[in-house]
């Protein structure tokens, strides 16, 4: 989150703090839903907008209606898509949240990625369980890092260690498949490199027509599991 944007949600925490308590909390589900997440899950991800103000947003949604709903830092968020097993949500010009429900144990498990796209996407993924609790994403994705991303011509003079010495930070964002229970990685760079180290880089993380190499992660019904590079 930019500097900007973080005091703005500063600024905004007492009107939080003060906002009176509304809906009831919903029961567990027995099998999870994307709709039950959306409008219960309380996060920081997604605390800016009240369960109430999700409820709206469901209904209008429901009746093929776009809604602007005002979220508590004054701004616009929008629910652009919602089936049975996935959301996605437009926080803030700089922020949002797609969520995807999969099949584990008994009821199920939600998998969450929040992006923030301040000059360049950054994506993080949370799990949650029935009960809307928070579970270790570790326990179910090994995050990727930028050799995950690399291709090395034959008899390269170039080695992957070197080539993760020109990148201090690394960016990418995370797009999620319901339909096929999958997670598409692409890298994000560009945005957190000198331009001179992003144009070195990039020759060894892009695809034969110059696109950005993707990694795909497949649910087993355990964990995301990486797939092979294409």
């Not at 996060?43 to 979220?71: C, E, F, K, Q, W």
């Not at 000059?119 to 993924?125: K, V």
């Not at 928070?134 to 170039?158: E, H, Q, T, W, Y």
């Amino acid at each position: 989150m930019h500097m900007k944007t973080f005091i703005k949600y500063l600024l905004a925490l007492p009107a939080i703090a003060a906002a009176p308590a509304v809906v009831q909390a919903a029961e567990p589900a027995d099998t999870l839903t994307a709709r039950y997440v959306f409008e219960n899950l309380e996060i920081p991800a997604i605390d800016l907008l009240s369960r109430s103000t999700r409820l709206d947003m469901a209904a209008y949604h429901d009746v093929g209606r776009r809604y602007d709903a005002r979220n508590e830092l004054g701004g616009i968020s929008t629910l652009d898509s919602l089936t049975n097993n996935y959301a996605s949500v437009t926080l803030t010009p700089v922020s949002s949240l797609q969520l995807m429900t999969l099949p584990y144990a008994k009821s199920g498990i939600a998998l969450l990625s929040y992006t923030v796209d301040a000059g360049g996407p950054d994506s993080r993924l949370m799990a949650v369980d029935a009960q809307l609790r928070l579970l270790p994403s570790g326990k179910f994705f090994k995050a990727p890092v930028l050799r995950d991303f690399i291709v090395l011509p034959r008899n390269s003079s170039v080695s992957v260690r070197d080539l993760e010495d020109l990148c201090d930070f690394f960016s990418a964002s995370y797009t999620l498949d319901a339909a096929t229970g999958s997670v598409t990685v692409t890298p994000a760079l560009s945005a957190v490199m000198s331009e001179e180290n992003y144009d070195r880089l990039r020759p060894y993380i892009t695809t034969s027509d110059g696109s950005l190499r993707t990694r795909r992660y497949v649910w087993t019904g355990k964990t995301l599991k990486l797939q092979p590079l294409e």
